[in-house]
């Protein structure tokens, strides 16, 4: 191994054995954490609970979600455009039209797959 590697792999095994070493450690000082009993229910302010607190959400709620993120970080792109365009000219306004334009052919896309037509 060349001498310029050693500090590299240094450095590789202190990062692998850094986190199990702390977790081995933890795992002997941390108190006990068996749960039993009324630690095993949800707290609703002092509440007895009503029924399964445990719902499950269908798959499309996660699919509205990310296409929120999509569309919330073009709107993050479109106002520094917005603010800029003077500055941009010809080149900006090109380039926005090309980011749109992606955009909208993933929007045509997803609503040929149905994944919004529930909404």
């Known amino acids: 191994m060349p001498a310029e590697y050693i500090p590299i792999f240094i450095f590789a095994v202190l990062a692998a054995a850094f986190p199990a070493v702390t977790l081995v450690i933890f795992k002997y000082i941390r108190p006990d954490s068996r749960a039993a009993g009324a630690k095993l229910k949800?707290?609703?302010?002092?509440?007895?609970?009503?029924?399964?607190?445990?719902?499950?959400?269908?798959?499309?709620?996660?699919?509205?979600?990310?296409?929120?993120?999509?569309?919330d970080v073009e709107t993050v792109f479109l106002f520094p455009w917005a603010v800029e365009y003077g500055f941009l000219g010809l080149y900006g306004l090109i380039t926005m039209f090309v980011f749109l334009g992606i955009l909208l052919v993933g929007y045509v896309w997803l609503y040929k797959k149905g994944a919004i037509e529930w909404v």
């Open 42 to 71: 949800p707290y609703e302010c002092g509440i007895p609970p009503e029924g399964d607190t445990h719902g499950r959400y269908s798959v499309r709620f996660y699919i509205v979600a990310i296409l929120f993120v999509i569309f």
